[in-house]
């Protein structure tokens, strides 16, 4: 009994750190888009440089990726939980 219990507390907090690290994912993603954004306006009136941009981009291309894996994890883990 003492080992089933343990086993469900464990799988409902393996759900729920899933879930948050979706979460933390996605406010992520919605920062680095905002920063791409504020890099790109001074680019226009050539203020920033290309380089910037760039940079900007690759920080986002490297964190959206995530969310995949993050929600595969997430379900797995409300299989488990079953």
Same mark, same amino acid.
């Given at each position: 009994?003492?080992?089933? *219990? *343990?086993?469900? /507390?464990?799988?409902?907090?393996? !759900?729920?750190?899933?879930?948050?690290?979706? $979460?933390?994912?996605?406010?992520? !993603?919605?920062? +680095?888009?905002?920063?791409?954004?504020?890099?790109?306006?001074? !680019? /226009?009136? /050539? !203020?920033?440089?290309?380089?910037?941009?760039?940079? $900007?981009?690759?920080? +986002? $291309?490297? /964190?959206?990726?995530?969310?995949?894996?993050?929600?595969?994890?997430?379900?797995?883990?409300?299989?488990? *939980?079953?």
């Amino acid at each position: 009994m003492a080992d089933t *219990l *343990l086993s469900v /507390r464990t799988a409902y907090d393996d !759900v729920l750190l899933a879930a948050e690290q979706i $979460a933390v994912n996605e406010a992520s !993603v919605q920062l +680095l888009t905002r920063e791409l954004d504020d890099v790109k306006a001074p !680019v /226009r009136c /050539r !203020v920033s440089s290309a380089i910037d941009v760039l940079r $900007a981009r690759v920080e +986002l $291309a490297k /964190r959206a990726p995530s969310f995949d894996p993050g929600a595969q994890r997430l379900s797995h883990r409300q299989n488990n *939980l079953l």
